[in-house]
Structure formats: structure tokens, C-alpha cells
């Protein structure tokens, strides 16, 4: 059974910083990797998709790689703004289409 | 429509009762998707849509639990004899055509509190 696992589970850094979140997973067996934004009481918002042949994505400050052999994912953040504070969720998609989902990484940016 | 758009968005009802959540998935997507996110947690599948069909229904936790896409748009997910521990917010998500390459849309959720 695929589980998801990403660490840390909260994070809080002063404006500027560069910040790696991490993602991994149990079964190297997946289409693609996808992370997310989640801002309080609202959905999700896609921010880099993987595929599976992929290493890495980028856009804008954000970049995202991909190690499938090994079962992780790594978010890079760089020059972290307050307005960056949100939970960012990674999730893989290893058949049928379903998102299996980690629990989130927490993220306060403060000035 | 812009996005993926879910009503109400808060429901809060009575243990035993029966309940529907809309989906209004973006214009031209056949993937349609729900999940349902209890605080604290990720996301959890409950079933995808491709078109009319429920081509997974996995997820579903028990058959108190339904979903239809009678037109292949719209989707409404029904719950019935509510229980206090189906209080969650159910998500929604829509991609162009599924599969394995298909970036997922998620609309902002609709809370459920069963009281």
C-alpha cells in the first residue's frame, strides 16, 4: 500500500530564506508527483507536476525534483515571502488516476 | 465556469440526516474527483468519475456514501443517515482527461459538521 510521508510537519522562517520541504513515498511505482498549496479553509492549488520520467519542474521560485527510485520529492523555496505561509501537500498518483496524499507541511513565513 | 466551483460550502446538520454536495467541474473536463479531508490530514479518495461512469469507487467508506454525474458535468455526492464522524470537507477536483498526465483542479471544498 502506497503512504506518503512529508517532513517537516510545521516550519516557521524569517522572510528570505530559502526552504526545502520534503516529500517521500513507499512505492516507486508512479505516474507522476504532484504538489499542492493549501491556504486555510480553502482547496488546493497545483503548483508543479512531475512525471514520472521527469527529474525536476520550476516556476518562478519554486522548484521541484523528483528521485523515483528512491521515493522522494523535494520542494525548493527560494527567498520565502510572508505571503508563502500556507500547507503545501505532495501527493503521487500510482494507478487508476487516485491522488494518494501526505499529511502536509505546514509553512509561516514571518517578516 | 473559471474553476471548479462546490456548494454549499458549509452544511451543518443533525446525525441521521441526509445531505448532497454539488460539484460544478470546469467546462470540458471529463475527470471528476472527490476526496474528503479531515483537519489535520491530507486528502483522502473517495471516487473518480470519467464522463457519466464512477471508474473507481474505492474509496468510498461504506454504502451510507453515493455519487452520481448523470450528464457528465455536474456531480452531486450523497450521504446518507449522517454520522458525526463524516464531518470533513469534501473536495472536489476535475482535470481535462484523467489518466496518468492530468493536472488536478480542486475546487474550495464544501464543510460538513454533523452534529
Known amino acids: 500500500k502506497q503512504e506518503v510521508t512529508q517532513i517537516p510537519a510545521a516550519l516557521s522562517v524569517p522572510e528570505g530564506e530559502n526552504l526545502v520541504l520534503n516529500c517521500s513515498f513507499t512505492d516507486s511505482a508512479i505516474y507522476n508527483l504532484q504538489w499542492f498549496r493549501q491556504d486555510p479553509g480553502k482547496g488546493l492549488t497545483s503548483l508543479l507536476l512531475i512525471q514520472s520520467s521527469q527529474r525536476e519542474q520550476t516556476s518562478g521560485r519554486l522548484n521541484a525534483s523528483l528521485d523515483k527510485s528512491s521515493g522522494r520529492s523535494t520542494l525548493y523555496i527560494a527567498a520565502s515571502q510572508p505571503g508563502d505561509s500556507a500547507t503545501y501537500l505532495c501527493a503521487v498518483q500510482a494507478d487508476t488516476d487516485k491522488l494518494i496524499f501526505g499529511t502536509g507541511t505546514r509553512l509561516q513565513v514571518f517578516p | 465556469g473559471a474553476g471548479v466551483s462546490q456548494t454549499p460550502s458549509n452544511k451543518v446538520t443533525e446525525k441521521g440526516k441526509y445531505v448532497e454536495l454539488r460539484c460544478d467541474p470546469i467546462?470540458?473536463?471529463?475527470?471528476l474527483y472527490w476526496y474528503r479531508q479531515s483537519l489535520g490530514q491530507g486528502p483522502e479518495f473517495l471516487i473518480y468519475f470519467q464522463g457519466t461512469g464512477a471508474a473507481d469507487d474505492s474509496g468510498l467508506p461504506n454504502d451510507r456514501f453515493f455519487a452520481v454525474r448523470p450528464e457528465g458535468s455536474v456531480s452531486t455526492l450523497k450521504i446518507q443517515r449522517t454520522e458525526r464522524g463524516d464531518s470533513a470537507v469534501y473536495l472536489c477536483?476535475?482535470?481535462?482527461?484523467?489518466?496518468?498526465?492530468?493536472?488536478?483542479?480542486f475546487g474550495e471544498g464544501s464543510r460538513l459538521t454533523v452534529l
Open positions: 477536483a476535475s482535470s481535462f482527461s484523467g489518466g496518468n498526465t492530468g493536472e488536478l483542479f
Open positions: 467546462s470540458g473536463h471529463t475527470a
